[in-house]
Nanobody, 124 residues
Framework: VQLQASGGGLAQAGGSLRLSCAAS????????MGWYRQAPGKEREFVAR???????SYLTPVKDRFTISRDSAKNTVYLEMNGLKPEDTAVYYC???????????????????WGQGTQVTVSS
């Protein structure tokens, strides 16, 4: 399963960016998709997640500024980021959890895939 992220770039504080991540390859289903970020010198942290049925969860500092959504038909997840702050500067990674094909009609093993990361830089 491959994930292709796009949409990062440079924004001023208070500005907006929209990230996209499309999943491709052979899989039975996607259970959830999400975004993580890693700032220089810091651990990778969870940002937002959306399940197959549309349940969402967010990192507390972004919950009132970021919105995650998905297009299930396109196996694509989006992250709309508004009110950007310099502390949002990081490499953003998308993640997908799902199920691979098994034998016949049976489900296969679970998978968890990561995209290549896209840089978001917010200037003050």
């Amino acid at each position: 399963v491959q994930l292709q992220a796009s949409g990062g770039g440079l924004a001023q504080a208070g500005g907006s960016l929209r990230l996209s991540c499309a999943a491709s390859g052979s899989f039975r289903s996607i259970t959830a998709m999400g975004w993580y970020r890693q700032a220089p010198g810091k651990e990778r942290e969870f940002v937002a997640r959306i399940t197959r049925v549309g349940d969402t969860s967010y990192l507390t500092p972004v919950k009132d500024r970021f919105t995650i959504s998905r297009d299930s038909a396109k196996n694509t997840v989006y992250l709309e980021m508004n009110g950007l702050k310099p502390e949002d500067t990081a490499v953003y990674y998308c993640n997908a959890d799902g199920v691979l094909h098994g034998k016949g009609w049976s489900p296969g093993p679970n998978f968890s895939s990561w995209g290549q990361g896209t840089q978001v830089t917010v200037s003050s």
